[in-house]
């Protein structure tokens, strides 16, 4: 509330509110691990982001819906070590969870992001999501 606050001050509309992602961070490289579990259609992941900063930001935004995220790191490098997250929050009128940080990442600097989560298999054509078919009679 406090962001929205400040925001609506400079009469402009929150990274977190757009329509679209906001072009402050590039990605330059994902390495993404999953773990299905089948018994109970749920999954755990772990998603590590080498982010490149093109401009000044304490927010980073990203798409999540329907996700439990268990642990958030920001690192510059092993050096110089973690940029501490403030705080963390699901904006869910765009579908966006979003990492406040206690200082801006610095231009032209890369950093990464690890998240770790949880969630559900799901049964709707959304995100990762279960499907069926039958074989020899036998629905796999």
Sequence with gaps: EEEEEEWQRRRELPPWARP???RHLRPLHYNLMLTAFMENFTFSGEVNVQ???RNASRYIVLHAHRMHIEAVR?????????V??????FYPQTQVFVVVLNRSLEVQRSYNLKIIYNALIENELLGF???SYVLH???R
Excluded at 74 to 82: F, R, S, T
Excluded at 84 to 89: D, E, G, Q, S, W
């Design 84 to 89: 501490r997250v403030a705080r963390t929050f």
């Design 129 to 131: 999501f279960r499907s």
């Design 74 to 82: 920001v690192a510059e490098d092993k050096l110089a070590g973690g």
């Design 20 to 22: 679209r992602l906001p």
């Design 137 to 139: 009679g036998e629905r």
């Design 51 to 53: 982010l490149e900063v």
